[in-house]
């Protein structure tokens, strides 16, 4: 069983910084592509960020130059540093782990989401 977990959401104010993380476990072997998404109310979800296995890495340009996304293959762990936050970022983040190998099989996953607001 592989599981996604996601952390690092909360309130932040205009202008400030937010680091998610999300770690994947269970018996994996590979994992080719990790990214985020987003759902802000009343949206339809969104893509972020996502970065292969080779680190290419691909934004939303709503994001770009202020949000960062990083993996530690390793540890099977991607990350979203986000800067200069604004109210418009305010959604629920959710981590996506694509092309997972594992015991199972090749599949692809979700976390559960964690809440990001930005508000003063």
């Known amino acids: 069983q592989v599981q996604l977990v996601e952390s690092g959401g909360g309130l932040v104010q205009p202008g400030g910084s937010l680091r998610l993380s999300c770690a994947a476990s269970?018996?994996?072997?590979?994992?080719?592509?990790m990214g985020w998404y987003r759902q802000g109310p009343g949206k339809q979800r969104e893509l972020v960020a996502t970065?292969?296995?080779?680190?290419?890495?691909n934004y939303a340009d709503s994001v770009k130059g202020r949000f960062t996304i990083s993996r530690d293959n390793a540890k099977n762990t991607v990350y979203l540093q986000m800067n200069s936050l604004k109210p418009e970022d305010t959604a629920v983040y959710y981590c996506?782990?694509?092309?997972?190998?594992?015991?199972?099989?090749?599949?692809?996953?979700w976390g559960q989401g964690t809440q990001v607001t930005v508000s003063s």
């Open positions: 269970g018996s994996i072997f590979s994992i080719n592509a």
């Open positions: 996506n782990a694509a092309g997972v190998y594992s015991r199972v099989g090749l599949w692809d996953y």
């Open positions: 970065i292969t296995r080779g680190g290419s890495t």
